[in-house]
Each structure stands twice: as structure tokens, then as C-alpha cells.
DNA sequence: CCGCATCCAAATGGATACTG
DNA sequence: CAGTATCCATTTGGATGCGG
């Protein structure tokens, strides 16, 4: 099921990362590799299935790398791509805003 | 119905713009007032009751402002407010990026 | 440990009809 | 013109149980 990208290059990279799981993950990603169960254990309110789903999704977008080891216990390491990485300023630049906006409210 | 903002500040921000709807709406309302109407017409596929909704929800949060004008017929215009416009670089770092990524998947 | 399959509840969005 | 109200189809996500 190949997706189609919008017509509006804002709309593509909203339809990337726009989403409350996917922007977490990033974050968590951007510091390094993790673990399946790490990931799901930082973000804690999250489902197995939904992260599964969000991860298989990023991964086909290709920004996250997916990497199994023949172990028992399996392992499975997640990693974000160069493309995956090169979204910091982005996620950064909304991190600065929100804080920014947050006090504005708050006053 | 009060929004609770999100821990992260990135959701912060996600959670207020983070929607195909209103970053459609942002990118038109950021080259200057618009009327109900012309907005619909704009983004086209959009729903009467869904463009309601979101121009709604992004007034509460401060970032539309709404001016109803006693005429007959009514006239509503829709312009973004001080910090509505603040998001402008983010969308245009997303739009920058967008592009970028389309071009190495069409490649 | 990681993830798939299934079932089910809730939220979302479109279509339509009606109003000041 | 710019909504509101209602109904309904689709999507989404949580819970649970099973499997490599």
C-alpha cells in the first residue's frame, strides 16, 4: 500500500512525522538506538500495536532502521536514518515554539 | 473543554498545528486575511463542518483570530494573530524539507 | 522479547438538510 | 454567506491471546 504525497511539500513532511506517536519517537531515536521495549517503555502510554504500526510505517518512509539479531531472546534495534536524523532542526524549531507557547499561556 | 497541553513541548506543538487541516489553512491565512469562504474554496476537499471545527479549535488556541462583520450577507474574515504567525518558519523548515525528501524519492 | 491477528469501542470526517 | 445539527461510513486505537 503505497502512500501518495500531497501536493503541498508542508503537507508531505506533516504526513511523515505529523503524529503524536511518531514526533515521540523521533525524539527518542535522536539520541541514539533503542531497543523495541525501550522505546515502548519511554513512551509509556503507547500500545504494542500502534508502535508497531507507527515504527513499520516510519520504516518504510524511511526514516527509521529496523535491525533484528538472530538471538534468544530476540532483539530488535531501532535506529533513525541520515534522511530521519536530517528532521532535528524541524523538531527542535517546534521544541523552542512550544516552550515558548507554553509560557505565553501559563504567563 | 480546555486542551491539557502535552509534557513534551514538540507535542505541545504538534497538538496545535500537527493536522492536515490546519497547516493547510495556516499556509493560506499566513499570506493575509481571508474570508470563510475563500478559504474552502482554497483547500477545496475540505468539509464545511470540518474547516468550522478546526478554525474553531485554532482560534481557542490563540492562533486565528475571527472578525464577524453585521452584514447582509454576513462576511467572516479569518486572519492569523501575532503568534499564529510565529509558526512561519516551522512551515516553511517543513516545506524546505518536504521538497528535499521528494526529490530523493522521485530521484 | 517482539510482533501478529482478532475483536471491539471510540473518535473522526463526509453528506445532507436547515437557519439567521 | 457562514454556519449548526444530524446521521452514518470509515478509521483509529486499546485489549487480549497466540507464535517464532
Redesign the pocket.
Known sequence: MKKELPLCPVETTLTLIGDKWKVLILRDLINGTK???ELKKSIG??????L??QL?SMEEDGLVE?KVYAEV????EYSLTETGSSLKPILDSMCIWGEKYKEQING
Chains 1, 2 share one sequence.
Open positions: 531497543r523495541f521495549g502510554s503507547i500500545s504494542q500495536k500502534v508497531t504500526q513499520r529496523r531472546p530476540p532483539r530488535v
